[in-house]
């Protein structure tokens, strides 16, 4: 009996144990079947971000620099240090010299310098409860020459100096936080620095794309590509049959809804896209795609337009949105009026005695060049216990100084300076404005106050810009020749019918920079794979890609390249600027700017080779701004090794003669003033003078007739 029960008892336990077996396998397959919403990314990832500054030198007794960084919101930062690549003059006293770092305001690490000569590198642990999104790192700190018996402040020379060097980086280590089921979300993760560097993010299109597709995916590439801070990093645009596009975790896909990845045509409802657009996230076997698609290409192109929208795409905490024709979609402004560019939004004051800098950074439109006339009207106050004998303001513009002022004790509380831009000054699109003050106590070398004195600059000091558009037909003025208001300026790309791979290469870099220039998402971009009417071609900013095989516009427009095709196109050939053998000829690409034949108060850019590897080595040298800029003639020639060189042939510069004419003339209106009264005033003494000749004259032939 007692066996009886004891083994029952054990087959009771062996059902209930395979049943909760059972029941758990089949939670598990349920779990393993269904859709994670969330896909967790790899743990320990470190970035290191480089300052955008160059080597820059400090001079005087005590310097101060300041430099910036971001932390994504969706790092879980558990380290953070700051690399301070620097060098001191061999002059300084190691045991008085110091060097403070701040972040945002908080001071943390001091250090003396290393009795060492040329650079060197010190690492600096950065505490993470003193991190925000947007950072200010600050380098202060007192440099002095060798000191003497009586006193260890010497007086300030050209040798105290600070050199900091451009190999100055942080360096994050963290963890990625999970990415959430929104379009915030993806958008987030999408066009994060580390994202970008690390070739993450892809936008796809469709294995054939139409016209509108490519328009679409090249409107969305501009958007990420104006929050790009890196010189070096881009966003591909791939087909969707690519082997590389589903390779990384990040995918934009930009599609017409019946030229979807199956897939992906899946995760949508035909039904929901009668009259409107829709963005959707879709995360799935590690890899976060957000499908944007419609059924119609306007409609498409309305949604590209949204994803283009920065301010749009953080404020969407959902995962999908649909856009209508009515979706307001368009890039607010944030240009001040009349070339007003205030330096600060709030008062920025800086401490302690001696020479104290601040400096900020001005930008114009990417389009437009500043012009004679430009001022500044700083508004700022200070300490009352200077010794205003000594003390001043100085104001430079990048390294040129563009005046000073004493500080005077009945100006303590409301001071003001205005100062004109020195004529000529070419300042490009951005330029930096640095605010010195020279803070002198008459007790210096007793005061124990790192406090005081100190001095501010208000929020209400400006910079009024005077510019211009810029009108030269050369690459040191690409891309801005095809932006207008700081958006696209009636763009027309004529491609091939048919885009390979290396095609895809070629827009991605040549948009790249284009898109890094326009600052907003409302002009036009639109695709051709013919050739487009003559009224296209006369309206329009054309940008033409492909070879004579693939793209019958580069036949059509060969009479007007500088570097031309062979009678069968085979081949580049020689002209005035460069002898081309007939086999290097075949294995070189060009981008040149041409007048349009069209329209002569428009340009073209032409990017062309024999093959599209050729092609797309030449878009190799206009994908960044530090590239481009090492070219100031008209035409770019690249070869197989990536050797390449620059040329000018047309004479003229200008694309619109009249307007160089007009410009001409008003720059010149005081001269030609002054030259037009001069000619007066010669005119009238001429006539003065001819008039008493004559008179003269009759006088003495009166007295000859005897008349009286």
């Given at each position: 009996m007692n066996k009886y029960f004891i083994s029952k008892q054990n087959g009771i336990k062996r059902n209930v144990i395979n049943s909760l077996v059972s029941i758990g396998l089949i939670f598990l397959l349920l779990?393993?079947?269904?859709?994670?919403?969330?896909?967790?990314?790899?743990?320990?990832?470190?970035?290191?971000?480089?300052?955008?500054n160059s080597t820059t030198s400090l001079s005087g007794k005590s310097v101060e620099a300041n430099m910036y960084f971001t932390e994504m919101d969706y790092?879980?930062?558990?380290?953070?240090?700051?690399?301070?690549?620097?060098?001191?003059?061999?002059?300084?006293?190691?045991?008085?010299?110091?060097?403070?770092?701040?972040?945002?305001?908080?001071?943390?690490?001091?250090?003396?310098?290393?009795?060492?000569?040329?650079?060197?590198?010190?690492?600096?642990?950065?505490?993470?409860?003193?991190?925000?999104?947007?950072?200010?790192?600050?380098?202060?700190?007192?440099?002095?020459?060798?000191?003497?018996?009586?006193?260890?402040?010497?007086?300030?020379?050209?040798a105290n100096w600070l050199t900091i060097g451009n190999g100055s980086n942080v360096n994050f280590e963290y963890q990625l936080k999970e990415a959430e089921n929104t379009v915030r979300s993806f958008y987030a993760h999408f066009s994060g620095q580390d994202t970008i560097a690390y070739q993450r993010s892809k936008v796809i299109t469709a294995n054939n794309p139409t016209t509108t597709e490519l328009t679409a995916s090249m409107i969305a590439l501009s958007g990420e590509s104006r929050i790009i801070t890196t010189e070096n990093d881009q966003i591909p645009v791939l087909q969707a049959k690519n082997t590389k596009a589903n390779e990384n975790n990040y995918m934009m896909v930009i599609a017409q809804y019946d030229n979807l990845p199956k897939d992906l045509k899946k995760q949508i409802d035909p039904n929901s896209l009668k009259k409107q657009a829709l963005i959707k996230t879709y995360y799935t076997d590690h890899k976060y795609y957000l499908i944007v698609t419609a059924k119609s290409g306007s409609l498409l192109k309305k949604a590209a337009r949204f994803v283009a929208n920065e301010e749009l795409m953080k404020e969407t905490d959902k995962s999908s949105e649909y856009v209508g024709n009515s979706t307001d979609t368009y890039t607010s402004s944030l240009q001040d009026n009349n070339g007003r560019h205030f330096l600060t939004t709030e008062s920025d004051q800086i401490q302690g005695a001696g020479h104290r800098e601040t400096s900020y950074l001005v930008q114009i439109p990417n389009d437009e060049s500043n012009a004679d006339g430009s001022q500044i009207k700083l508004h700022f106050n200070y300490s009352n216990n200077l010794n205003f004998n000594r003390s001043l303001v100085t104001v430079y513009v990048n390294n040129t100084i563009i005046g000073s002022?004493?500080?005077?004790?009945?100006?303590?509380?409301?001071?003001?300076?205005?100062?004109?831009?020195?004529?000529?000054?070419?300042?490009?699109?951005?330029?930096?404005?640095?605010?010195?003050?020279?803070?002198e106590m008459k007790d210096q070398d007793t005061s124990d106050n790192a406090d005081t004195p100190w001095a501010s600059v208000n929020s209400d000091s400006k910079v009024l810009v005077k510019s211009e558009r810029s009108n030269d037909l050369l690459f040191t003025n690409y891309p801005t020749m095809f932006i207008s208001d700081e958006t696209y300026n009636d763009i027309a790309v004529i491609t091939p019918k048919k885009l390979d791979?290396?095609?895809?290469?070629?827009?991605?870099?040549?948009?790249?920079?284009?898109?890094?220039?326009?600052?907003?998402?409302?002009?036009?971009?639109?695709?051709?794979d013919k050739i487009p009417s003559k009224s296209v071609l006369k309206n329009s900013n054309v940008i033409v890609l492909?070879?004579?095989?693939?793209?019958?516009?580069?036949?059509?427009?060969?009479?007007?390249?500088?570097?031309?095709?062979?009678?069968?196109?085979?081949?580049?050939?020689?002209?005035?600027?460069?002898?081309?053998?007939?086999?290097?000829?075949?294995?070189?690409?060009?981008?040149?700017?041409?007048?349009?034949?069209?329209?002569?108060?428009?340009?073209?850019?032409?990017?062309?080779?024999?093959?599209?590897?050729?092609?797309?080595?030449?878009?190799?040298q206009i994908n960044f701004q530090k590239n481009v800029q090492q070219f100031s003639?008209?035409?770019?020639?690249?070869?197989?090794?990536?050797?390449?060189?620059?040329?000018?042939?047309?004479?003229?510069?200008?694309?619109?003669?009249?307007?160089?004419?007009?410009?001409?003339?008003?720059?010149?209106?005081?001269?030609?003033?002054?030259?037009?009264?001069?000619?007066?005033?010669?005119?009238?003494?001429?006539?003065?003078?001819?008039?008493?000749?004559?008179?003269q004259a009759r006088l003495n032939g009166g007295n000859k007739d005897g008349k009286q």
């Amino acid at each position: 009996m007692n066996k009886y029960f004891i083994s029952k008892q054990n087959g009771i336990k062996r059902n209930v144990i395979n049943s909760l077996v059972s029941i758990g396998l089949i939670f598990l397959l349920l779990l393993v079947s269904s859709e994670p919403i969330n896909v967790k990314a790899a743990d320990n990832q470190t970035y290191t971000q480089q300052f955008q500054n160059s080597t820059t030198s400090l001079s005087g007794k005590s310097v101060e620099a300041n430099m910036y960084f971001t932390e994504m919101d969706y790092w879980d930062v558990k380290k953070l240090t700051f690399n301070f690549n620097y060098q001191i003059s061999q002059l300084a006293n190691i045991q008085t010299s110091d060097i403070t770092v701040s972040l945002n305001g908080v001071k943390f690490y001091s250090f003396r310098p290393g009795d060492k000569t040329g650079f060197q590198t010190e690492k600096i642990n950065v505490p993470l409860d003193l991190l925000s999104g947007s950072n200010k790192l600050t380098i202060s700190g007192q440099i002095l020459n060798k000191a003497d018996k009586n006193n260890y402040k010497l007086q300030q020379t050209p040798a105290n100096w600070l050199t900091i060097g451009n190999g100055s980086n942080v360096n994050f280590e963290y963890q990625l936080k999970e990415a959430e089921n929104t379009v915030r979300s993806f958008y987030a993760h999408f066009s994060g620095q580390d994202t970008i560097a690390y070739q993450r993010s892809k936008v796809i299109t469709a294995n054939n794309p139409t016209t509108t597709e490519l328009t679409a995916s090249m409107i969305a590439l501009s958007g990420e590509s104006r929050i790009i801070t890196t010189e070096n990093d881009q966003i591909p645009v791939l087909q969707a049959k690519n082997t590389k596009a589903n390779e990384n975790n990040y995918m934009m896909v930009i599609a017409q809804y019946d030229n979807l990845p199956k897939d992906l045509k899946k995760q949508i409802d035909p039904n929901s896209l009668k009259k409107q657009a829709l963005i959707k996230t879709y995360y799935t076997d590690h890899k976060y795609y957000l499908i944007v698609t419609a059924k119609s290409g306007s409609l498409l192109k309305k949604a590209a337009r949204f994803v283009a929208n920065e301010e749009l795409m953080k404020e969407t905490d959902k995962s999908s949105e649909y856009v209508g024709n009515s979706t307001d979609t368009y890039t607010s402004s944030l240009q001040d009026n009349n070339g007003r560019h205030f330096l600060t939004t709030e008062s920025d004051q800086i401490q302690g005695a001696g020479h104290r800098e601040t400096s900020y950074l001005v930008q114009i439109p990417n389009d437009e060049s500043n012009a004679d006339g430009s001022q500044i009207k700083l508004h700022f106050n200070y300490s009352n216990n200077l010794n205003f004998n000594r003390s001043l303001v100085t104001v430079y513009v990048n390294n040129t100084i563009i005046g000073s002022k004493k500080l005077t004790k009945a100006n303590v509380n409301n001071d003001t300076l205005t100062l004109k831009f020195p004529k000529g000054l070419s300042l490009g699109n951005s330029f930096t404005v640095r605010v010195a003050f020279d803070l002198e106590m008459k007790d210096q070398d007793t005061s124990d106050n790192a406090d005081t004195p100190w001095a501010s600059v208000n929020s209400d000091s400006k910079v009024l810009v005077k510019s211009e558009r810029s009108n030269d037909l050369l690459f040191t003025n690409y891309p801005t020749m095809f932006i207008s208001d700081e958006t696209y300026n009636d763009i027309a790309v004529i491609t091939p019918k048919k885009l390979d791979e290396n095609d895809f290469k070629s827009l991605t870099n040549i948009f790249n920079l284009i898109g890094n220039f326009a600052k907003s998402n409302t002009g036009t971009i639109k695709f051709y794979d013919k050739i487009p009417s003559k009224s296209v071609l006369k309206n329009s900013n054309v940008i033409v890609l492909g070879t004579p095989n693939n793209n019958p516009m580069i036949k059509e427009l060969n009479p007007n390249l500088y570097f031309k095709y062979s009678n069968n196109f085979d081949r580049i050939v020689s002209n005035e600027k460069l002898s081309i053998e007939k086999d290097y000829g075949k294995q070189i690409g060009t981008a040149q700017l041409i007048r349009s034949p069209y329209n002569d108060r428009r340009g073209m850019l032409v990017v062309t080779g024999v093959n599209s590897f050729d092609t797309y080595v030449a878009t190799s040298q206009i994908n960044f701004q530090k590239n481009v800029q090492q070219f100031s003639g008209d035409a770019i020639v690249v070869d197989m090794n990536n050797a390449h060189y620059s040329y000018r042939f047309k004479k003229n510069k200008a694309i619109d003669k009249s307007l160089e004419t007009k410009r001409t003339f008003s720059k010149n209106s005081q001269l030609i003033l002054y030259l037009g009264l001069a000619l007066i005033v010669i005119l009238l003494i001429g006539m003065a003078v001819i008039l008493t000749l004559r008179k003269q004259a009759r006088l003495n032939g009166g007295n000859k007739d005897g008349k009286q």
